[in-house]
């Protein structure tokens, strides 16, 4: 499909990509109690927490966070809010460790793992509530949420209908060189602080399972990777993990429409992160470039949330 052209302009005064990421996840905290939370059992006897919004509505969203995010993320607040308000029932999920609770391996959830959302829909398609299903996923949520895709291809669930892809490193290595750099490091201590609290708690429970040790000198998702994910689920290396869960080699299976939206100004993202050849090839892809965004932001001068909009746009469309 062609690329899409873009009207999105963030409010003056948050004038590029860093004001447009911090100020909305901190000043623009819709209301929190909006879920209902229902657990269940992984097939590897894990659990995954769901926080949902049902009002009997036949079509569903599905919603995937971020890295170290959650359901309850501004980003997520604010679209589940909207969508229950145009028709949808609401499910979004927690990745393993992030819905308040410690979960029960002794491993967490990575940036390319599929296996949990295809989890969640199967789980979805028993209870057989409803005729359609759509997804949408935010940053490493949206790498998962194209991955998925494209692995299940032509034997996609025909429930299945539409997605929608905000601010995603589809292209993990380049993704993992923009947030190397110095004027990135704040995106980086926050993520290795969570990274750094949750390894210390799992060492209580399966002791000698993880040198802490590394933290120290750890500035990077590269050594991060290196040192902790690679080994973690059976990579070579992090190139190894990098080229096998980056989502950019699955666009060109997807067979749904499918809306990627990805700031030119977002701070998480490299050069290999924005996927012309592969929209102009699938009639099924699409791709929006804001000049404007940040990561996950996309704020409005009325403290509304554009990503919203522009997702209630495609899925209707």
């Given at each position: ?63 995937t966070h971020g890295l ?29 460790s992030c819905s308040g ?180 090839v699938n009639p099924n ?33």
């Amino acid at each position: 499909m062609p690329i899409l052209p873009s009207h999105y302009q963030a409010p003056w005064y948050l004038f590029n990509g860093h004001l447009q990421t911090i100020i909305p996840a901190v000043l623009n905290r819709p209301a929190t109690n909006i879920y209902t939370r229902e657990r269940i059992n992984t097939s590897d006897h894990d659990f995954l927490d769901l926080d949902l919004i049902k009002k009997g509505h036949d079509k569903l969203v599905v919603l995937t966070h971020g890295l170290e995010g959650s359901a309850h993320s501004t980003y997520m607040l604010s679209m589940a809010s909207a969508l229950s308000k145009s028709g949808y029932d609401v499910l979004a999920w927690n990745f393993r460790s992030c819905s308040g609770t410690l979960n029960l391996k002794s491993t967490f959830y990575h940036s390319g793992f599929t296996d949990d959302l295809d989890e969640v829909l199967k789980y979805i398609d028993s209870l057989n509530d409803y005729k359609e299903i759509n997804l949408i996923g935010f940053s490493i949520g949206g790498n998962i949420t194209l991955k998925y895709l494209g692995e299940q291809g032509e034997n996609i669930n025909a429930k299945i209908k539409n997605a929608v892809v905000f601010s995603v490193p589809l292209d993990l290595e380049s993704g993992a060189k923009e947030l190397a750099k110095p004027s990135r490091s704040i995106y980086m201590q926050r993520f290795l602080k969570s990274f750094k609290t949750k390894f210390a708690e799992k060492e209580k429970l399966y002791p000698g399972t993880y040198n802490l040790s590394h933290f120290k000198t750890i500035k990077n998702f590269f050594e991060f990777d290196q040192l902790y994910t690679a080994p973690m689920y059976g990579f070579k290396d992090v190139y190894d993990y990098y080229a096998k869960a980056s989502s950019r080699p699955y666009l060109p299976f997807i067979k749904i429409p499918t809306l990627i939206v990805n700031a030119l100004n977002d701070p998480f993202l490299g050069e290999n992160c924005f996927p012309k050849e592969e929209a102009l090839v699938n009639p099924n892809l699409y791709l929006e470039c804001p000049k404007q965004g940040g990561h996950v932001g996309f704020p409005l001068s009325n403290k509304e949330n554009w990503a919203a909009i522009r997702a209630l746009e495609f899925l209707q469309h």
